[in-house]
């Protein structure tokens, strides 16, 4: 039996950040409890804040907001709230980083995490 191994969108950026395959970033999330995208635009903000603390910004390869037809709405009023949310959402990601560099945090945060790798 075959089980995909479901990551989540902060551990594949990550990963590629590391090993210097980082590019631009497809804005879609998927569902962590069936493995896969599912072309759903990120509302978490914990998410957004990993995700924009692992690619460092919107620079300088951006972000990939694409919109498909299979969606439960074809409306075009509900596509743009769709990626306007989607938007808001890495922003206020972007956000919480900037303060939590700005405030010296992310500093006492990772070396705490990171203790028990080396």
Not at 74 to 103: N, Q, W, Y
Request: aromatic share 8%; glycine share 12%.
């Amino acid at each position: 039996m075959f089980t995909k191994l479901s990551m989540s969108c902060f551990h594949e950026l990550e990963t590629a950040r590391i090993s210097g395959l980082l590019g631009n970033v497809d804005a879609n999330t998927g569902d962590t409890q069936i493995g896969w995208d599912t072309d759903q635009f990120l509302v978490d903000i914990g998410e957004a804040t990993l995700i924009m603390l692992s690619v460092g910004g919107l620079a300088p390869w951006g972000f990939n907001f694409d919109a498909k037809l299979w969606r439960e709405s074809t409306d075009p009023e509900d596509l743009f709230i769709a990626h306007i949310s989607g938007m808001d959402t890495l922003a206020r990601g972007l956000c919480s980083v900037a303060k939590l560099i700005e405030a010296g945090d992310l500093d006492e945060l990772v070396p705490m995490g990171s203790e028990g790798c080396q």
